[in-house]
DNA sequence: TATAAGGTCTGACCTGAGGTTGGAGTCAAG
DNA sequence: CTTGACTCCAACCTCAGGTCAGACCTTATA
């Protein structure tokens, strides 16, 4: 199947210039030249500006976008990258209109922000460090935010790794379509409970109450939605159950 | 309170050139100009600073930042613009990632997506319908599921359609991540009792209740859940939200 | 007090990702 | 065989800054 210039720019949206454009760079050439200079791409062609469409989206130079597609051939990798880089920006994009709505109801008080606060999001150079590894980025924040206070570096792996394995089961139930009234869902959260009480006095209770707190911490609870779409919710929602038992 | 461009500069993450580019073309003044020539800014131009980075996260040239800063000067009513400009494009994000998304299943399977699946949320003038009446977008992709069963005709359509966009708004709310404080949440629940009031006697803790009641009920969880993983717990913690304000 | 280190101002030039204009060739339909 | 739509290509323009370079200012330290 091969589309003309007009054809292409139709379907995908850019315009022919882009596209005389992006083969005099060599990003993408066409399928085929014909005698008379008319220019034809094919599905292969096709999909190749589709996953320059998607860089772009992340604000790649087209330089960049040349050199990881040669970098990394593989189609299906490519879009798996995409999709994690993808993911980091909708989180930005959460995190400015945090600030945004912040600075709504500070404009209705006609009240000042916090200079910091104002640019939440905004300011590049703290953007990029979130931008990263989210993995680690998780790890780190989950931890952290449990074991403040705490400094043995060991002892902080394992605590890492015990919130990590309980996210993602709650992850996984939740996914599954598993009520957080099961008796597996139950059990693992008396589990992390137990695991917790290690350091602190915590009981169902409380830890019910903890993670409604969480919720209400929107940096928190977006590190679990990144996770999985409406984990946040769900987990409150099993510890409720777990405690109201 | 007066800034140096050093300071503002690290505040907001621009850099010093940035700021005097736009001084230069009178997008944002310094408050004022020392007799040495050194430019200070004060609280003023910073929140005026703000709104230019959140217009140009929209991509919004200066140019238009300039005129659009100049014929709406109500802080308030810009910000509130801006807000929904930008969940507007987080929804647009939202759209491209699903694309992203099947493509990579399809990527898996090593079959070919259609042609204009592959460009759905990329392809800008097929965007720009979207942004702007985002609704009638959201009454396709949702009407049908909700009104399976009906009699009365009319009437019926009216109040699928109502649940329908509910339904949709909250599950779009879900999936960027709006918090279930968030004022549009509340609003769009006000507004959905409401409509409920027509035809029965019910008020906020009433529907808190019954949402918490409908997520006993298995069937009703799983139609949600089957929408957007999360949902049934999501329109829970709102309607608590709500009723609790 | 001199000097170094670091801020600051300004203009001239460069860049990337296209848009604009315009002249000329090409195609399909009536 | 003409008309209207499509295509090619080159030269030039634009926008939002970045880079570089030279000169000036401020503050801390020797």
């Given amino acids: 199947m091969s589309y003309t210039v007009h054809e292409v720019a139709k379907l995908s949206g850019v315009t022919i210039k882009t596209l005389y454009?992006?083969?005099?760079?060599?990003?993408?050439?066409?399928?085929?030249?014909?005698?008379?200079?008319?220019?034809?791409?094919?599905?292969?062609?096709?999909?190749q500006l589709q996953?320059?469409?998607f860089y772009r989206e992340l604000d790649f130079s087209l330089g960049k976008i040349k050199t990881a597609m040669q970098n990394e051939p593989s189609r299906?990798?490519?879009l798996c990258e995409q999709k994690t880089l993808l993911m980091a920006r909708q989180q930005r994009i959460s995190r400015i209109l945090h600030?945004?709505?912040?600075?709504?109801?500070?404009?209705?008080?006609?009240?000042?922000?916090?200079?910091?606060?104002?640019f939440a999001g905004l300011n590049k150079q703290e953007w990029e460090v979130a931008l990263k590894p989210q993995n680690e980025y998780l790890h780190e924040n989950y931890s952290y935010s449990i074991d403040m206070g705490t400094i043995d570096a060991d002892a902080m792996n394992e605590?890492?790794?015990?919130?990590?394995?309980?996210?993602?089961?709650?992850?996984?139930?939740?996914?599954?379509?598993?009520?957080?009234?099961?008796?597996?869902?139950?059990?693992?959260?008396d589990k992390h409970i137990q695991f917790l009480q290690r350091d602190m006095k915590i009981d169902a209770q409380s830890f019910a109450a903890q993670s409604k707190f969480l919720m209400t911490d929107e940096f928190h609870r977006q590190m679990l939605e990144k996770q999985q779409t409406?984990?946040?919710?769900?987990i409150c929602f099993a510890a409720e159950s777990y405690a109201g038992k």
């Fill in 21 to 47: 454009h992006y083969q005099k760079i060599g990003l993408l050439m066409p399928e085929s030249i014909a005698e008379n200079g008319y220019r034809y791409y094919g599905d292969k062609e096709l999909e």
């Fill in 51 to 53: 996953q320059i469409l």
């Fill in 76 to 78: 299906l990798r490519c």
């Fill in 99 to 118: 600030t945004l709505e912040e600075a709504i109801t500070y404009a209705e008080k006609g009240a000042a922000m916090s200079k910091e606060k104002m």
């Fill in 159 to 189: 605590k890492a790794n015990e919130a990590s394995d309980f996210i993602t089961f709650m992850s996984n139930a939740l996914r599954n379509g598993v009520s957080v009234n099961a008796n597996e869902v139950h059990s693992v959260i």
């Fill in 230 to 234: 409406g984990l946040s919710y769900y």
